[in-house]
């Protein structure tokens, strides 16, 4: 009898001890709710919808820019002098301009030969080229592979010079920075650079050096990217449809109307002159690629983008190597924002047009504003209003606003609009992730500085996993996991309930279509696998 009554009291007192605690939580949450959790709250949905009006109007801005362009034909050989190279008799190859291509790499094992072969390949007067491989590989048996490689290229009569140094201070930065230190660099008048999994068609020069050659007032040419592993998986597909974006709307705004964009690093020829006016590569952030741009912008060179011209590359394929990158591209032009706003506004040599145009649409929106608000207003704010219903967000900033958005930047890959739904999802889990790191870099904190080689696979996946290539191999519990978004995603399931249950904003469909979102990246079920081995 005395075991019967201890096991009915006990749930008992359990139950009264859960409800005390219930209770507790339940009077806590009322009473900071009005004073503190709703002003809180609305202060940030005004900040958001104020945000998310500066993203709208810029990519409306943008969008009107481009139809502009379309209606009228405004292409580069239109604005600019362009003239194809023409021979000599009497000067001979010397009327061609002497051109440096640089090849920056690092343990590049899967793609050396690909981006080796074809800057080789380039077709300019072999006496008015170098090819100049900066490896700065950490693993002796890749150095061997790239120098054999470079070897059997310089067999064949290629001018090709293959450079390591003792170190890897500043990165590509510090890389491209030693390789123009060479004695034959100073005949030179272009620089092109093409990272490792690169590969120019033959022709690249024929079509970029005119512009340099006939406009003595443009520093770089930039080409276009093209991801020869798009269709390799979803993930990839959702990446070419933001690069995509950013080569058919944002490059071209930037070239058309200002003459300024973002130099993307790689696929782009520099006037030397320039790039040493401009003070040369610096490794102060890990966008070196866009801090030499901005710092040769505001010596008034211009730049020009030519859309029509395309450069095979890889995208990252796995999802480790893709958070790494997009952790170097989120922090690194916050960082250099932080570094650089004084001295673009104090300039002389450009106007103060393209100096609010440099440091409002292309940093502030596009580097800070495009990224913070994708995750705290969609990911927080809007699923916490379902908690706090006193806070009511208007249907325009909750649907209309975002819908275009998300619609204008359909338009750069009209092939995968049938994914639509599944980019959304995937931005504004990666938004976490460049939210972070763009406070990271605003605040100079520990990552700040993090360059992580992005990893490129070549035909390494299949000649590794063959016709088996989606299986998926064992990986280490601690390797997969991703906290910031396994607790993200249990916080919008958790709204996305209590919505359904007692809510009346209706969001409990998208919060639970973004709560599996996040908790597939959270254990990284994202991307291609592939085995160590």
């Not at 990519?59 to 362009?82: A, D, N, Q, T």
């Not at 983008?305 to 190597?321: C, I």
């Not at 922090?331 to 506004?345: D, Q, R, S």
Request: glycine share 6%; proline share 4%; net charge positive.
């Amino acid at each position: 009898m005395d075991k019967l009554s201890a096991t009915v009291v006990l749930p008992e007192r359990f139950q009264g001890a859960r409800d005390d605690i219930t209770g507790q939580v339940g009077i806590i949450w009322q009473q900071t709710k009005a004073p503190l959790i709703v002003p809180l709250l609305k202060v940030l949905t005004y900040l958001c919808l104020a945000m998310s009006l500066m993203l709208f109007i810029e990519r409306v801005y943008m969008g009107i820019v481009i139809v502009l362009l379309k209606m009228f034909g405004r292409k580069p050989e239109k604005k600019y002098k362009w003239e194809p190279m023409k021979d000599d008799v009497e000067l001979g190859n010397s009327v061609y301009p002497m051109v440096l291509v640089q090849i920056p790499m690092y343990n590049e094992k899967e793609v050396y030969q690909l981006s080796i072969g074809a800057a080789c390949g380039l077709s300019w007067p072999s006496d008015r080229i170098i090819i100049q491989v900066l490896d700065d590989s950490t693993d002796p048996t890749i150095k061997d592979f790239v120098k054999l490689e470079c070897q059997r290229w310089a067999s064949k009569g290629i001018n090709i010079k293959y450079e390591i140094r003792d170190n890897r201070n500043g990165y590509k930065a510090g890389a491209l920075k030693e390789g123009m230190k060479h004695s034959y660099v100073k005949h030179c008048d272009y620089v092109a650079i093409f990272d490792a999994d690169f590969q120019p068609e033959p022709d690249f020069l024929w079509r970029t050096i005119p512009f340099l050659a006939h406009n003595p007032e443009i520093a770089l040419v930039q080409a276009r990217w093209k991801f020869v592993n798009a269709d390799e998986c979803l993930m990839t597909r959702m990446q070419e449809m933001s690069l995509d974006y950013h080569f058919t709307v944002e490059q071209e705004v930037g070239s058309s109307t200002y003459a300024f964009f973002g130099f993307n690093g790689t696929a782009g020829v520099w006037r030397i002159t320039a790039l040493n006016e401009a003070g040369g590569w610096k490794d102060r952030t890990t966008v070196e690629d866009m801090d030499l741009a901005v710092r040769a912008s505001l010596k008034g060179w211009k730049f020009v983008y030519v859309g029509d011209l395309k450069v095979k590359n890889e995208l990252p394929s796995t999802f480790k190597a893709y958070r790494y990158q997009q952790h170097r591209w989120s922090c690194g032009p916050a960082n250099l924002f932080k570094k650089m706003a004084v001295e673009i506004f104090r300039t002389k040599k450009v106007n103060l047009w393209k100096k609010l145009y440099v440091i409002y649409s292309f940093f502030f929106v596009r580097k800070i504003v495009a990224h913070i608000v994708t995750f705290v207003f969609y990911c927080i704010v809007m699923p916490a209003t379902v908690l706090v219903p006193e806070v009511e967000v208007p249907k325009w900033g909750a649907v209309y606003i975002p819908s275009i958005i998300t619609l204008l930047n359909a338009v750069g890959t009209p092939r995968s609009i049938h994914l639509l739904m599944f980019w959304i999802l995937f931005e504004n889990v990666m938004s976490l992730h460049r939210t972070k790191a763009t406070f990271i870099g605003l605040l100079e904190a520990g990552r700040v500085n993090e360059w992580v080689v992005t990893e490129k696979l070549g035909d390494a996946l299949k000649s590794k996993l063959g016709p088996k290539a989606q299986k998926k191999p064992r990986i280490r519990i601690g390797e997969r996991l991703h906290l910031l978004e396994l607790g993200v995603g249990a916080y919008l399931f958790f709204v996305g309930c209590y919505d359904l249950a007692f809510g009346k904003n209706h969001y409990f469909i998208f919060l639970f279509l973004q709560s599996i979102a996040f908790f597939i990246a959270g254990i990284s079920y994202v991307g291609t696998f592939v085995p160590n081995s």
